[in-house]
């Protein structure tokens, strides 16, 4: 069966590593055209058509989208995770999340409108389930990611008051086995060590194939949030 999916443009962000890595390669098996956001074009599966941004600069996603036509969904997955306590973590650390979490997230969602057909788009942000509860020494990226669910919350009702055909959704992983881990658990290798010991964790393909999900549902069907852990983890 042709994928509701062939032929359609997606616009990702983050898609040279992990989870954005996985979606992309697999809208493209389904015959999509993939945009790939990344600091690195180098890094993007072949096939993507590379977009040179850094997100925490407001003026380069604006020219980056400027040189965009028409598509038809935006899947924000570029992040970056730091365990950057309030107590006494660098607040560099913080600003990078910030600007890349929420800001960034932020002006593509709006600049995507501008490029969506008439017939409507979709806007997925990856999310997280540190967007749902703290963990303990989450630090300061849970609040970003409370922020991207607020976000997609405001953005979805902001979309029905304007009457646009766009679909808002997210989806929120606990542990994924990805690069980001690394910097989330900077300086505690070994905790990071038990804990890929302690569970089978998600893959990046186990997030795309809910990305997908959101991607491939019908306009008439609006999911807002699916959540997905290891069935290992405990919270
Ligand atoms: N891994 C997990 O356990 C987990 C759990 C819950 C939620 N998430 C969320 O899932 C999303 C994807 O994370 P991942 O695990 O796949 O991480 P990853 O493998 O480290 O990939 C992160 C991506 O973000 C991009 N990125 C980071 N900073 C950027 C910047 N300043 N400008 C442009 N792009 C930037 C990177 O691209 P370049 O380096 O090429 O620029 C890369 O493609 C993130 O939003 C993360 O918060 C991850």
């Known amino acids: 069966m042709t994928s509701r999916l062939a032929d359609r443009t997606i616009v990702v962000t983050g898609a040279s590593s992990g989870i954005g890595r996985a979606l992309a390669e697999e809208l493209l098996a389904r015959g999509a055209e993939v945009v790939g956001l990344s600091r690195s074009p180098g890094r993007l599966p072949d096939g993507v058509r590379p977009l040179a941004v850094d997100l925490t600069h407001r003026e380069e996603i604006t020219a980056a989208f400027s040189k965009l ?76 990611k409370f922020a991207v669910r607020a976000i997609t919350d405001s953005l979805r009702l902001e979309i029905k008051a304007a009457g646009l055909p766009v679909q808002v959704g997210s989806v929120s992983p606990g542990f994924v086995d990805t690069p980001l881990l690394d910097d989330y658990f900077r300086g505690r290798e070994e905790t990071l060590r038990q804990t890929r010991a302690s569970m089978h964790m998600l893959q990046p393909g186990d997030v795309a194939a809910s990305i997908l999900h959101l991607l491939e549902t019908p306009p008439h069907v609006e999911i807002g949030d699916i959540t997905l852990r290891s069935s290992d983890q405990r919270v």
């Open 69 to 144: 036509e028409i598509f038809d969904a935006l899947v924000n997955c570029a992040g970056v995770a730091y365990q950057s306590k309030i107590l006494d973590g660098n607040p560099a650390d913080w600003e990078e999340m910030w600007r890349v979490n929420v800001m960034g997230l932020a002006l593509c969602s709006q600049l995507a409108l501008r490029h969506f057909p008439k017939s409507g788009g979709r806007i997925v942000n990856v999310s997280s389930l540190s967007g749902h509860r703290v963990p303990p020494g989450g630090g300061f990226y849970a609040p970003t």
